[in-house]
């Protein structure tokens, strides 16, 4: 099981966001990464996610 704390970056089947709230069995994120204001509620034991780092653009 990957260990996540609220603020991450994640990205799960629903979507791609930060974690708002964990619990042992839970991940409930944001899709804050597609512009959505959903949020999914994702099961460790069942559901797809990963860790994901944030992009950081630049401009010149």
Known sequence: MKRVK???????D???GR???E???WIIHD???NDSDAE?????SDDFYELVE???F???
């Not at 609220?6 to 799960?12: H, K, N, P, T, W």
């Not at 999914?40 to 460790?44: E, R």
């Open 6 to 12: 609220i603020g991450d970056m994640v990205e799960s």
């Open 58 to 60: 630049q401009t010149s």
């Open 14 to 16: 629903y979507g791609k």
């Open 19 to 21: 974690v708002i709230a």
């Open 54 to 56: 944030e992009l950081v």
């Open 40 to 44: 999914f509620a994702i099961l460790k």
């Open 23 to 25: 619990t042992s069995q």
């Open 31 to 33: 899709n804050s990464a």
